[in-house]
């Protein structure tokens, strides 16, 4: 089974490059940011809860994240693999993730890292917002608050993906099928 973490700044393009690996290697992708709005407009149990910590400006708990990620990974119990988009965000949410995946006798394969320079990052999150009407890529104060909580908060999970051999960076800046080349051939070396 291959189970790829997809990691990367606000920006550098996991949405693109999860839906091409998606194809080519017939995996689920998982995007923790649309399980958390499946599950709150569908009303499930676990998004009744999650909404109660939102609606309080709260971060939802890692036990009720992961439990919906659990959900959707039994529902799929045929898939080749999963792209996890979107988490783990902190080492104690990898940590879970990995205890999880033990239980089912699989693991996390690689964190494919999208290396993105800063400046670039504003420049493709301002064309985002131009394109996709997301007013919070639109405004430069926002943005830099995105790419900061990336830094401080988010960035240090790649180290415990580092300590287990897993990580690996991919150079996020070229054309999309140049990026998307780049991926490929790190998964099936």
Request: a negative charge; glycine letters at 8%; proline letters at 4%.
């Amino acid at each position: 089974m291959l189970n790829i973490v997809l990691f990367g700044p606000p920006g550098a393009g996991k949405g693109t490059q999860s839906e091409r690996l998606v194809e080519k290697y017939q995996l689920k992708h998982l995007s923790t940011g649309d399980i958390f709005r499946a599950n709150i407009k569908g009303e499930t149990e676990l998004g009744v809860l999650a909404k109660s910590f939102i609606d309080r400006g709260a971060l939802v708990p890692d036990e009720v994240t992961i439990q919906m990620l659990e959900s959707e990974v039994d529902q799929n119990p045929d898939a080749n693999g999963f792209i996890f988009d979107g988490f783990p965000r902190t080492t104690a949410q990898a940590e879970a993730l990995d205890a999880f995946l033990a239980g089912r006798s699989t693991e996390i394969t690689k964190m494919l890292a999208l290396e993105v320079a800063e400046d670039e990052l504003r420049v493709r999150l301002a064309k985002r917002a131009e394109v996709s009407g997301r007013p919070d890529d639109a405004n430069p104060e926002v943005i830099q608050n995105r790419i900061n909580v990336y830094n401080n908060e988010t960035a240090p999970v790649a180290e415990y993906y580092k300590s287990q051999g897993k990580y690996q960076g991919i150079n996020g800046v070229g054309s999309i099928d140049e990026i998307t080349s780049r991926l490929f051939d790190a998964i099936d070396a």
